[in-house]
């Protein structure tokens, strides 16, 4: 006789497995980043130190270049997303119109496509206009996918809200900036909110568009790329893989918890 | 003095659909109008086009001897209680209320002050720190009606207010409002497509059908006297007489309406007044509705619907009875 709530043996072994393919690895990355030898992974680690901290610190002015740029690129795109995105589900709300249905897949299209394909057609489009690549076409780039995660959170906050009160706050004497502010925007802040740290955290640590749309910058994810090509202080990466880890991580569990009383939408990562 | 609000030859399109079509109104300051008439007849519309949420096609309209078109709802000092009351979910009942005093930049202790009388004369006193979610259907049109009255509109807008209340809430509401509405002496113009609430509230009713307005008048002039069938069917229930029959019994030459509750049975040897007309007839149907009975009575091929005070001897199906009418209760109509 089985348990009716218990599952098989194997089922338990596969899951667990499965846990622990996609989690050793993180704990790894981490572990290294305290491990004295500098060269080679060998495992177990010889000792634990937390000299790479300091050395990313003080030795490694490398790192602040990209760091500096990831973040800046991750907020211009963010905020560039939370404006367009949010026009983009207010449009769509309510509106009536032939061919709604072709231009929200427009929207999402961009995060639902190869990011390699989203970074060619950008990195064409930018040589045909012969716009020089520069921090901006990063932020481009990252805001074709940015925009979907606002949108798709708006849209849904929006499709709960009702049409009459923008009627209401209109009828007792409110123009449109005024409704905006007092009716509209405390109602889909939240969303807006964990829209805004999805594609933050999208942005952060994306590879693919940016080697297409980067020119000679690199961002962080870019400069980890390199160093694990040509290693120095190979655990001062795993450090910075940390930091990584850290701001992104933080906002996507702030936007869980912040769409969680409500209907939980926002696009999965690219 | 101009109007409370007056239509002139307006009509709004909704591309080939003349959703309101040529109406012309007046609205009298004051007055307690009602406009009745089934979905889709254009009476939601009208009061949409006094609020200023939609604009008309052609036409003119005036709101107290100013020109409205163009301008937006929030420019015009008539408010609007919503069929689905719209409360704004994120604010307290009390910042519900002083929501338009706020706008107007009336100061935080006043407005304050002015939406606790409104909330008073709704009687919701006390209900000001609750959420709009913790209230019942009943209170939250309160809510609604007092977030309108605490401006002190010109014209206050009901688009259906009562339509999700039970019928118990829903008279006492009828009830309420009645009487708002005499002490405050604002023009009301509430919208319903229930004719019962029409008749029982309102000083002038106008009935839509198809965009245009089909009647207007006190609701006793609308129920005793229908202009057409329309009307006729619409407004109560009516006996709609072909022009042959009604020009032999008593009436005109024309399509005539008889209301049920003025004909009698009377004895087949009775002899009959003059200016009093009668019909043999035998008895289709009997309908017991408690303080009426509904007797439906074959004529020789015409179906007359009677409706009789309870208490009257019982009648059986399939009885031979003689319906009496007076000469005065038959309404020449103009149209079929």
Known sequence: MRSERGATLPLKAAAIGGLLFLHIPLALIILYAFTTEEKSFQFPPPGLTLRWFQAAWFDRPDIWGPLWLSLQVAVLATLIALVLGTLAAAALWRARF???????????????LPGIITGIALRSAFDIMSIPFSTWTIVLGHATFCIVVVYNNALARFRRLSGSMIEASMDLGANGPQTFRHVILPQIGSALLAGGMLAFALSFDEVIVTTFTAGQQATLPIWMLNELIRPRQRPVTNVVALIVIAVTFLPILAAYYLTREGEHTGGSGK | MPAAVSFQHVSRHFGQVKAVDDVSLDIARGEFFAMLGPS?????????????????????????????????????????????????????????????????????????????????????????????????????????LARALVNQPKVLLLDEPLGALDLKLREQMQEELKALQKQLGITFVFVTHDQGEALSMANRVAIFNDGRIVQAGSPADVYERPRSRFVADFVGSSNVLPPDFAAA????????????????????????PSGQFGIMGRVASVNYQGAMTRVAVDANGTRIAAALPAGLTAIQEGETVTLAWSADNLVAMDAA
């Open chain 2, 249 to 272: 019994h008593g009436g005109t030459r024309a399509w005539t309406s008889l209301r049920p509750e003025k004909i009698r049975i009377v004895s087949p040897d009775e002899a009959l």
């Open chain 1, 98 to 112: 032939f061919g709604k249905d072709s231009i929200s897949l427009l929207f999402i299209l961009p995060i639902a």
């Open chain 2, 40 to 144: 889709g007849s254009g009476k939601t519309t009208c009061l949409r086009l006094i609020a200023g949420f939609e604009q008309p096609t052609s036409g003119h309209i005036e709101i107290f001897g100013e020109t409205a078109e163009g301008l937006p709802p929030y420019k015009r000092n008539v408010n609007t209680v919503f069929q689905d009351y719209a409360l704004f979910p994120h604010m307290t009942v009390g910042e519900n209320v002083a929501y338009g005093l706020m706008i107007k930049g009336v100061s935080r202790p006043e407005r304050e002050a002015k939406a606790l009388d409104a909330l008073a004369m709704v009687k919701l006193r006390g209900f000001e720190q609750r959420r709009p979610s913790q209230l019942s259907g009943g209170q939250r049109q309160r809510v609604a």
